[in-house]
């Protein structure tokens, strides 16, 4: 069949009040980046539905272009119907043809938004249904599951003729939440907390922690792959902010007692992380954390790391349990790519007896005896940072970021 049109359903973005047109101009603009490559087409956005006219284009390609699009509820390809009814039975018969197999049941769904239209819902279905039974030897009726749903949508400009949907990524269009940034390590949870962040509506920058002999290049090249995954997500760049973090990892180890360096060495990671968030001029951190899954993370561990800022740190992950997490992993695509066997920092230093329930005072005091703030303004200004483009080469940028 030769539509002529997709037509785009919204989702959450219908139930948005006043700024509705905000929402609505970024998923514009999400779905123009993605349709790059389709110079004929054209978006028409209203405040209930988006069309993309084809213009001749590929439907298909198209359509694969619009799946992982967050922002978008469900997606048809139609057709667009005069408003006559001898034309929209011809149409009708037309579309529904061509999605015929021997013994497929059917249905018609109309609904009617111009009232003005000469046929009620009811007639609308009745006529149609009629006209496809008297056409289609063998077709037969099933209203509760049927093999071929022909919907039929009468506006105001004209009539919409579809018989597929197809579900999209949901969510929130990209950029419309404000930014925030990753802190990215190379295990399975941080890249799955990454990607829900983003279909919240968020632009990401990913902060890696790198500390040299200890970590190998290929760690640091996991990270990038992770990145660039998410980039192809995103349907667009991700900055990547890789910080030499050695120096820091070897003073706690010398100054915080054994049990309390896993609690010392994420509040640095927040320390430095927060820095690069107010100079990128971010509103959130996120992290992969999931409540008890390690030391790190029970409730007692995370009130003692907390403490060394005020800003909103978003937890994606934090109920949910560890098999989703690797289904969600291996549905994005990062699965594979987080199990390579490549260490990073969070992983080589991890004490044998890590405090499960540290003490906040306890943790202000070891790390009192020496003064970090030298130390984190040093990797901070020593930040490498990598624009991740989906599909083509990465620029490096070795710059001062601020």
Do not use: W
């Not at 001898?86 to 049941?105: A, D, P, R």
């Not at 003729?161 to 579900?167: H, N, W, Y």
């Not at 991700?238 to 180890?253: D, E, G, N």
């Amino acid at each position: 069949m030769n539509y002529d049109r997709i037509l785009i359903r919204y989702g959450e973005i219908s139930t948005k009040g006043r700024n509705r047109n905000k929402f609505i101009d970024k998923l514009r603009k999400s779905v123009r980046i993605a349709l790059t490559n389709f110079p004929n087409i054209k978006i028409e956005a209203s405040r209930d539905r988006m069309y993309v006219v084809l213009n001749g284009e590929n439907s298909q390609a198209v359509i694969e272009k619009l799946k992982p699009i967050f922002g978008i509820q469900s997606f048809s390809p139609a057709i667009k119907v005069a408003k006559e009814i001898e034309t929209l039975k011809i149409k009708s018969l037309e579309l529904v043809k061509s999605q015929y197999s021997e013994g497929n049941t059917f249905k018609v769904t109309a609904k009617r938004s111009d009232k003005t239209f000469e046929l009620t819902t009811d007639e609308i279905n009745h006529l149609i249904g009629g006209h496809l039974l008297q056409n289609i030897p063998g077709l037969k009726v099933n209203v509760k599951n049927p093999d071929i749903n022909l919907r039929i949508e009468v506006r105001k400009e004209a009539i919409y003729l579809s018989s597929e949907t197809i579900p999209g990524a949901g969510g929130l269009p990209a950029g419309s939440g404000g930014k925030a940034m990753l802190m990215l390590s190379g295990g399975i949870d941080s890249p799955v907390a990454g990607y829900l962040s983003m279909r919240r509506g968020l632009d990401i920058e990913a902060v890696h922690f790198f500390s040299p002999p200890f970590t190998s290049e290929r760690a640091k090249e996991k990270v990038m792959d992770l990145s660039k995954r998410l980039a192809e997500i995103a349907g667009g760049s991700i900055t990547l902010h890789i910080v030499p973090f050695t120096k820091v990892q070897q003073v706690i180890r010398e100054q915080v007692p054994e049990n309390y360096t896993m609690t010392s060495t994420r509040r640095m990671m927040l320390r430095i992380t927060d820095e690069i968030r107010r100079k990128q001029e971010g509103l959130a951190i996120i992290t992969g954390e999931n409540l008890g899954q390690v030391a790190s993370q029970t409730l007692e561990s995370m009130y003692a790391i907390n403490e060394v800022t005020n800003t909103p740190i978003l937890r994606p992950l934090i109920s949910m349990d560890k098999n989703d997490i690797i289904k969600m992993a291996d549905m994005i695509n990062t699965l594979e790519i987080s199990n390579r066997p490549y260490e990073d920092c969070c992983t080589i230093f991890v004490p044998a007896s890590p405090k499960t329930k540290p003490k906040r005072e306890k943790v202000i005091q070891y790390e009192s005896y020496f003064n970090f703030e030298p130390l984190i303004q040093e990797a901070v200004e020593k930040v490498e940072t990598i624009t991740i483009k989906p599909g083509r080469e990465q620029r490096r940028e070795f710059e001062e970021l601020f």
